[in-house]
């Protein structure tokens, strides 16, 4: 049967995620995120998917965050009915995600609206909580590490732990004589709170991610670096402004700052989780205990060390306090949310710190900052950018370099094609060549919107 791969997504860049496999008639997409960072691409949010969604008889997810689910209010919008398989974690999440993105969205383009800073009369969402909440009933969930038969019987597909975040999974699927693994987020060889990833016996094609394909994250333990930080910026009487979103790294920081304070390492200062979502994100991961390493005791001191944000309001206050603290705000990569109030409140001064822990993808705020900018453009002005700005990459979520090769490496056999997505030029190029030395294969480099037709 006619085979192909379509990279509509999560090709040349690290968000947008969407890889499409077509089998005969048949076709499943494999994650269904949100562009982010870049105008170019961001833009592609707005169009409509070159695949017609009604074509389109499955979806599959490896894991809940935005840039691997966020686009899919959006493909129902465009006429897919058919269903979105995925772990349970998986599903509580993403349905988190997507709300939370809506929010955010129908919240700044009021904000927009009112103050006019907008170019658009008037500034629309690029979706609602109602198209977020018309995904929900799409979702099947599977259970891991066990082959289960969809669409007909055309195809088997297995979900084995990613290490990425709660519920995160490679997707392994076997059809028409050929077998698949999808690498969604490759997780680290020794993650702080989640189960180590699994390693797989073999594939005849490997999609695997380049987030840090070209380089290796420091060997300073995460925890010293945080201790380092955060004492810093105490000391100076700032507010460490950490930005990350209410799941996946926020417990993993969560635990490593309860651990801090038990240890008096770090003062006993607030620490605030401003999120409207938190509270749902850190009672899934107690719903969820097979999936991580975290005991009762853990999670409870866990929950104890910080103050849960629900209100625009409470946020509001926090971003005026006096008060040295820790604020834990999303997005992640300072693209959305209510991070951009608090950093409106604290980039001027010297005496606060933002501290990124996770990748920051070309054109966004986060990666400006990281990049050294002066100013930093948040809602239509420009504030000058005097805080001091830190990253921790140890505290990434993604393999690198090394942790990709090794987990590639503990293939029982090789896989026969290697195709290398989810990552900037730069980062893809080095790992395409390393993974030529060290296996003797030519990976090929996807590029968004290719189709690579698979020999029979
Ligand atoms: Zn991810």
Redesign the pocket.
């Known amino acids: 049967m006619k085979t192909s791969l379509t990279f509509l997504g999560g090709a040349g860049t690290v968000t947008g995620s969407k890889h499409l496999l077509s089998v005969g008639s048949k076709k499943v997409l494999v994650d269904c995120g949100l562009f982010q960072g870049v105008k170019d691409q961001r833009l592609l949010n707005w169009q409509t998917l070159p695949v017609d969604a009604k074509s389109i008889d499955a979806v599959i997810l490896t ?1 809940a ?1 935005l ?2 689910t966020g686009y899919l209010p959006l493909l129902v919008k465009q006429g897919f009915r058919g269903p979105i398989y995925c772990s349970e974690p998986t599903m509580e999440l993403t349905q988190l995600v997507l709300l939370d993105a809506a929010k955010i969205q129908e919240e700044d383009a009021d904000h927009a609206n009112e103050t006019g800073y907008s170019k658009h009369k008037p500034a629309l969402p690029l979706y609602r909580v109602s198209d977020a909440e018309a995904v929900f009933k799409l979702f099947h969930t599977l259970l891991p590490e066990q082959w289960h038969s969809i669409l007909e019987n055309l195809m088997r597909v297995n979900l084995t732990n990613s290490g ?2 709660l519920g ?1 999974t490679f997707v392994e699927i076997e059809t028409g004589g050929k077998s698949f693994v999808f690498s ?2 490759l997780g680290r060889a020794h993650p702080i709170t989640l189960k180590p990833r699994a390693t797989l016996r073999d594939a005849d094609y490997l999609l695997i991610e380049s987030t840090y394909g070209d380089r290796l994250h420091p060997s300073e333990p995460p925890i010293d670096a945080l201790a380092r930080l955060i004492n810093a910026t105490i000391k100076r009487g700032g507010t460490a402004i950490i930005p990350t979103f209410a799941l ?1 790294r926020t417990q993993d920081i969560l635990h490593l700052i309860a651990q801090l304070k038990a240890e008096h390492r770090i003062p006993d200062v607030p620490v605030y989780l401003d999120s409207p979502m938190a509270d749902k994100a850190t009672a899934i991961f107690d719903r969820h205990a097979s999936w991580h390493r975290l005991s009762s005791p853990d999670l409870r001191r866990l929950s104890n060390t910080y103050q849960h944000v629900a209100s625009a309001n409470h946020s509001m206050s926090i971003c005026q306090s006096k008060e040295p603290s820790i604020v834990l705000a999303g997005s992640g990569m300072l693209t959305g949310g209510r991070v951009k109030h608090h950093l409106v409140a604290r980039l001027p001064h010297e005496k606060n710190s933002v501290i990124l822990v996770g990748f920051q993808a070309a054109g966004t705020l986060g990666r400006f900052l990281q990049e050294g900018a002066q100013e930093a453009k948040l809602f239509g002005k420009y504030v000058p950018v005097r805080a001091q700005i830190a990253e921790i990459s140890s505290l990434s ?2 393999a690198d370099q090394r942790e990709i090769l090794d987990w590639i490496g503990s293939f029982a056999q090789t896989p026969k094609r290697i195709f290398i997505i989810h990552g900037e030029a730069n980062a893809a190029e080095g790992l395409r060549v390393r993974i030529g030395d060290t296996f003797g294969v030519a990976p090929h480099v996807a590029k968004l919107g290719e189709t690579v037709y698979l020999e029979d």
Do not use: L, P, V
Request: proline letters at 0%; a negative charge.
């Open positions: 894991h965050h840039d691997h990425h975040i995160s969604g987020d996946g979520a993604h």
